[in-house]
Nanobody, 115 residues
Framework: QVQLVESGGDLVQAGGSLRLSCAAS????????MGWYRQAPGKQRELVAT???????SYGDSVKGRFTISRDNAKNTVYLQMNSLKPEDTAVYYC?????????WGQGTQVTVSS
């Protein structure tokens, strides 16, 4: 059984910052890619950022230059530092991890940015 525990979602004013964390535990032998996705009301889930085991990163166009993804392989934890937040960043943020054989999702953490 694999569990992903997300934390850090909150209500913040536009221009503010938040840091999301996602810790994976359970029967995980080797995590390849870790990432964050988000889903706003009435919209499809979209990529926010991903990071490989080696540290290569990719970002959705709307967050480039504002968000930074990082990971601690020893702790099986991925982080998302979000700066210069905008109201359009409001969404449920989901942690995602991929191993060689499986993919896992967290339950989501709400981020709300007020104008």
């Amino acid at each position: 059984q694999v569990q992903l525990v997300e934390s850090g979602g909150d209500l913040v004013q536009a221009g503010g910052s938040l840091r999301l964390s996602c810790a994976a535990s359970g029967s995980i032998f080797s995590i390849n890619t870790m990432g964050w996705y988000r889903q706003a009301p009435g919209k499809q889930r979209e990529l926010v950022a991903t990071i490989t085991r080696g540290g290569s990163t990719s970002y959705g166009d709307s967050v480039k230059g504002r968000f930074t993804i990082s990971r601690d392989n020893a702790k099986n934890t991925v982080y998302l530092q979000m700066n210069s937040l905008k109201p359009e960043d409001t969404a449920v943020y989901y942690c995602n991890i991929k191993t060689a054989m499986y993919e896992y999702w967290g339950q989501g953490t709400q981020v709300t940015v007020s104008s």
